[in-house]
């Protein structure tokens, strides 16, 4: 019986196939609850032509921890994280998307240098790295502000 029923449905040999998921220009970074280190990324950009995309790796004690979304140069990217409390030594590694190519990373004399943040309970440590001159020089300012919480 049901060999009939299945028999007797309409056949098609066309399938339809939903076309791919649109991928978006910006990836995101996960949401922390309560981080306590907080990266802001942003770049200086000398012309529309020079605003590719690029993002930011963050390595505590030599470890990955985490990385910027990836995004516009001339867009901030921001991460939050939730690091252990004491002096870490953090190291950030920004790579960038040439207009040809694959992914590169940013030559050593031009990557912040490594520093020693302290991470203290109530806190968030707010690091602020700037480059400017098309990744030719950057500044980077770190400040501790209480949490929210």
């Known amino acids: 019986m049901l060999s009939a ?7 098609s040999s066309v399938s339809a196939v939903p076309p791919p998921p649109a991928r978006p220009a910006v990836q ?4 922390v609850k309560d981080p ?6 942003s770049e200086a950009v000398p012309r529309p032509d020079d605003d590719g995309v690029s993002f930011t790796k963050v390595f505590v004690d030599g470890k990955e921890v985490g ?3 990836v995004g516009r140069k001339s867009e ?20 960038f998307l ?24 109530g806190t968030v440590v707010r690091m602020l790295l700037r480059f400017s001159e098309g990744a030719a020089s950057n500044s980077l300012a770190i400040s501790r502000e209480p949490s929210a919480h």
Do not use: M
Request: charged share 30%.
């Open 28 to 31: 995101e970074a996960p949401e």
């Open 98 to 121: 040439p207009p040809v190519g694959e992914w590169t990373r940013l030559a050593d004399p031009l990557q912040p240098r490594e520093r020693f943040v302290r991470v203290e309970d």
């Open 5 to 11: 029923c299945v028999s007797s449905a309409p056949k």
């Open 36 to 41: 306590n280190f907080i990266l802001v990324v």
């Open 67 to 69: 990385k910027t979304g």
């Open 76 to 95: 901030e990217r921001i991460l939050k994280l939730k690091l252990p409390v004491g002096n870490q030594p953090v190291r950030l590694e920004h790579w």
